[in-house]
């Protein structure tokens, strides 16, 4: 997918790199990966766990919010679902939001991001196409 003006990005996303990148959108810095209540009954569905089994070994709640947990990586952290021998998603098949519409998030647009952290955005990840060349 190239730029659109109207999209808000300055960039595109060439989700076919993915395969071979070894998940460097799921490890790296601390942060949070936000689920819904409904994306953590399709997970512990799909885990074949209680929800509320689920909610205790892999969830914590921030505020009115969720994240799913981390673990410590090579590279770092990474979302608890994130398998470190093969670089794959655990959970591919029901992944949350967040995850399924990664790079396009409202603090990658145009009038948020800075040019510091699209720079960042470019170097990390081989499917996002950037027009300016860092």
Not at 3 to 32: H, R, V, W
Not at 48 to 68: I, R
Not at 75 to 95: E, H, P, Q, S, W
Not at 114 to 130: M, W
């Amino acid at each position: 997918m190239h730029p659109d003006k109207n999209s808000g990005f300055d960039f595109g996303f060439d989700g076919s790199m993915c395969a071979d990148c070894g998940g460097k959108c799921c490890t790296g810095e601390s942060g949070y990966i936000f689920v819904t209540i409904d994306e953590m009954l399709a997970i512990s569905n799909f885990l074949d766990v209680s929800f509320d089994k689920f909610t205790q070994k892999y969830v914590k709640k921030l505020g009115y919010k969720f994240s799913l947990l981390e673990k410590k990586s090579i590279d770092g952290m990474a979302c608890v679902f994130f398998d470190d021998m093969t670089k794959k998603c655990l959970i591919y098949d029901v992944r949350p939001k967040q995850c399924v519409t990664f790079p396009f998030w409202e603090g990658h647009k145009r009038d948020v991001i800075t040019a510091e952290e699209l720079e960042n955005l470019c170097k990390s990840c081989k499917g996002v196409q950037c027009s300016k060349v860092f």
